[in-house]
């Protein structure tokens, strides 16, 4: 009579855990696709760009009222947008007339402090666009309707590509 012996395998081989990791990664993959951090993180500077836009315009629009005119140096089309400069003054280093506005006539009534485009920081972005300012640009149109725009807007569907946001009133 012969005896039959099973054997019993206690925990799991390499593949069982090879496939284990491979599944796992798979999953993460679709995940990573669904979340697109890089799409929501556009998304999210477009959102500060167009909140900051409205703010600038509400300031602008509301320094009208008040004083009964637009404020100084904003360009009429035909003429080019001029960016709107971060500082309080003109300097050889700071504001250049020739390129940017001076909103400091809105310091504090109108508008707490002249925003600034959310990807400046970013070291890329720097080089295009070194100095004092925004990196939003304004222009009167020749009915008199005000245009902010935001040339370095991002956009959402992964080509790369920059758009311009612009808020008219």
Known sequence: MLRTFSIRRRGSTFVEALLVIAIIAILVMIVYVAVNPGKQVG????AQRKSDLSAIMNAV?????????????IPVAP???KE????????????NPSQQ???DAFSGAYLPVVPED???????FRSLNAGSGSYYFIVQDAEGR???????????????DRTSITVTR
């Open 43 to 46: 998304e999210s500077r477009n």
């Open 79 to 81: 003429a080019p947008p």
């Open 101 to 103: 506005v001076l909103l």
């Open 61 to 73: 629009y509301q320094f009208y009222l008040d004083k009964g005119k637009f404020p100084d140096g």
């Open 118 to 124: 959310p990807e400046r920081g970013n070291a890329a």
């Open 146 to 160: 005000i245009s902010v725009s935001a040339p370095g807007g991002e956009m959402t569907d992964g080509s790369g």
């Open 84 to 95: 709107i400069c971060r500082d309080k003054k003109f300097s050889a280093h700071r504001c």
